[in-house]
């Protein structure tokens, strides 16, 4: 996972792989959008991808990303993002430092505990595409505060 996204995003210095049982949820619904719904998870944006393994080697898998060909299929569907999901099995955050991506790995799985919460009661509003990178940009400055 990590070496392919390294390879693929010279911007990114870690990342994190999580099994978050708040986050998984999200990969399974098909043409359900995970998105920011706080401000500290603003990062995530309006739309994180998602990770189809099926799409690369069959449905005949383990659901790891346990080859070079999978990771890298993993760093395409994470593209510029800061956050894919992984279909089955979790998510990876990344970020321009390991302060910054485990900020972002912790702020996803609690935008996702509030975005099921949400959903619970009714339509959500999400973050609009402006909201997410002026506060991205305001956050961003906060990830070593809790170091």
Not at 59 to 76: F, H, R
Not at 111 to 137: Q, W, Y
């Amino acid at each position: 996972i990590h070496s392919e996204i390294y390879r693929a995003r010279p911007d990114v210095m870690s990342g994190v792989h999580s099994h978050s049982m708040a986050v998984i949820p999200f990969g399974l619904v098909k043409g359900f959008s995970f998105r920011a719904v706080t401000h500290m998870g603003s990062f995530i944006g309006t739309c994180a991808p998602v990770f189809e393994i099926r799409d690369v080697v069959g449905d005949d898998n383990d659901l790891l990303i346990s080859s070079p060909k999978l990771g890298a299929a993993l760093a395409k569907s994470l593209g510029d993002s800061t956050v894919v999901l992984m279909r089955g099995h979790g998510s990876t955050a990344v970020g321009n430092s390991l302060k910054q991506a485990v900020f972002r790995a912790v702020y996803t799985e609690q935008n996702a505990r509030v975005l099921s919460e949400a959903l619970r009661i009714g339509p959500v509003t999400s973050l609009s595409e402006g909201e997410t990178h002026t506060a991205t940009r305001t956050i961003d400055g906060q990830a070593t505060r809790a170091w």
